[in-house]
């Protein structure tokens, strides 16, 4: 029985795989055979990190001069992978750039989209996404009827997990000649510093992070009980759109609709009014906490657990609360 | 300077949105709106217009939708706001489309336009906020071969360039492409103008062009549910959460109670 090969996009293979990218091997190798796909030379720890999830083969994609940072130009480097190893479906995770490079990639190639799926499944040898929508009030299954499926998997929506069997994974080259965009020209481009806690420790990435300290309008701009929250939890930092407007934070911490859309375990929004704007991007997380002064915040209607309270003294409060608890636990 | 803006109709955000029996999204004429970014889009398109000149005449911003009777809603608001004239692709053969008979049919009314007269630009949202996919744009340009300018937050036209830059996935970028391209901006570019009685009033004498599958050259099996490579299979309302548990920080140990719940849930 030949089995069905997963192709899957491995972002960052040059440094190390992030846990995204490990959560949708974990998804591939549900669906079938997971081949990896890389624009850059993968580095030994991400080798390492594709024999451990069962990675036999990766597909480095050489893009000669043309930008990789230019979705159309990515897109051809996955539609030449595409022809190279015939998968019944694509995984990307669900950053911007990606839903960008998938819409390209199926365009090139002819399949079928799956924007932000949380689950993946084959049903009557149909590739099937499921997602949460409006919100998080309703739940759809979107079968692809074309023979390739595209999909960009949201983040947290599985836990990575190693393989049964460690795999020897194989790097095979593949030289693409893209076609640049006419005209188009990259005149800048800064990686932002990955923001980092009191300790000087790397804060994790908002959209992958398991817990999300989000601060909005109710800071004053003073995010430094946000952050000492964060801190304390190991958690990354989000806010709404008016903090953003307020210049209080960059555009890559807004969640929401037209931000960044999330689903962590744990979501704290604190002086956060949950306008549904805001929640459409959060709704789908575990467990939802608020802090509030207002008791009638609509961020409570759809929250877990809620403190009706100042969060400029219920956070440091909690983040003391919980170091104690950490220091508590870890006495010998 | 002539400038296309697609504008979608959804149902508006404080609305009971879902799904019709046939699994398609519930759109009535009461509870849609134009999706708010692409109000942000018919701004940028004003702006960009009334700085290359006069409005009217050669220059000229006409707003373009696919949808059911009700997306006519969506082209009036941006004529309301100042836009020339509107174009509505409306077929029952368009019910149905995924994200790639949307872009082959937009992409064709484009074309459409631009045989009466050359299009600088196609502007859109960045996301329709029903369904959020944030494809349609990167599809356009797939389908017209012009460069996309994505995720805009700030725009800038000089030299017959358009610069853009956005601030994404932690980076912050700068594109520049020549026109004609299509760009696709955030709620953050502008505020968008909310039209005087008087613009409402000049938007009643304003054209909306209504084109068909067959009008535009597109075989109607193409399009459509007929032409979709996606079929959604399920579509239920998800039950009302549970009342949360709420506490009151009057003494002091509201902090506490936030550690303590994270902790008896086995959370942290
Ligand atoms: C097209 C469009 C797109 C949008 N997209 C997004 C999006 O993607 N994401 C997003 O977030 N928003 C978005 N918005 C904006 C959204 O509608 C709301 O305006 C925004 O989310 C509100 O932000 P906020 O909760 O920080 O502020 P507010 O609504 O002003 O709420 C502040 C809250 O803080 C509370 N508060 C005040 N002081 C304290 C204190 N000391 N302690 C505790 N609580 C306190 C107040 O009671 C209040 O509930 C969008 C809007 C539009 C028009
Ligand atoms: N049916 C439609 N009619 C007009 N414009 C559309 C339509 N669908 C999408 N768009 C445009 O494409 C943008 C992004 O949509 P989407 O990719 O569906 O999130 C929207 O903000 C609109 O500008």
Redesign the interface.
Known sequence: MSENTILVVLDTAEEALRSPVLEALTIARSLGEPVGLTLRCPSETALDQLAEHGVNRVVLADLGDAPA?V??VAAQAVAAAVALVSPTAVLLTS???N??I???A???T???????AASIETRDGRI?GAK???????????????DVAVLTVRANAVTAEPAALRADPQVQKLAVSARV????????????E?SADASGAQRP?L?EAA?VVAGGRGTAGDFAPVEDLADA?GAAIGTT?DA??EGWM???AQIG??GV?IAP??Y?GAGISGA??HH?GMQASG?I???NVD?EAPL???????????LH??????????RE??AARDEP | MRILVCVKHVPDLQSNRGFTPERRVRRTAEDGTMNEVDENAVEAALQLVAGAGAPGGAHQVIALTLGPDEAADALRRALQMGADRAVHLLDDAFAGSDYFGTAAALAAGVRHVAAQGEVDLVLTGMAALDGLGSVVPALLSAELDWPQLTVAAHLELADGHLVARRELDGVTETLRAPLPVVVGVTDLINTPRFPKFKDIMAARSKEIETLTAADLGLDPASVGASGARTRVLRAEPRPPRPEPELVTDDDGSGGRALADYLIRHDLI
């Open positions: 940072a979705s159309a950053s911007f750039a839903k960008e998938a819409a390209h199926a365009w090139l002819g399949a079928g989209l799956v924007i932000d099937v949460r929508v409006f919100a998080g009030t309703w739940d759809t299954e979107c079968a692809v009827t074309a965009p006419a005209g188009l020209e990259l005149v800048d481009r800064v990686v932002h990955a990435a959209a817990i939890l759109r953003v407007d960059a555009h890559d609709q037209t859309t375990r744990v704290i549904p704007h459409g467990t906490i608020a802090v008791a409570f209607e759809i929250a877990d657990f809620g403190v009706v309270g100042d003294d219920v956070l440091p409060a909690a983040a003391a609360a919980i608890h950490r």
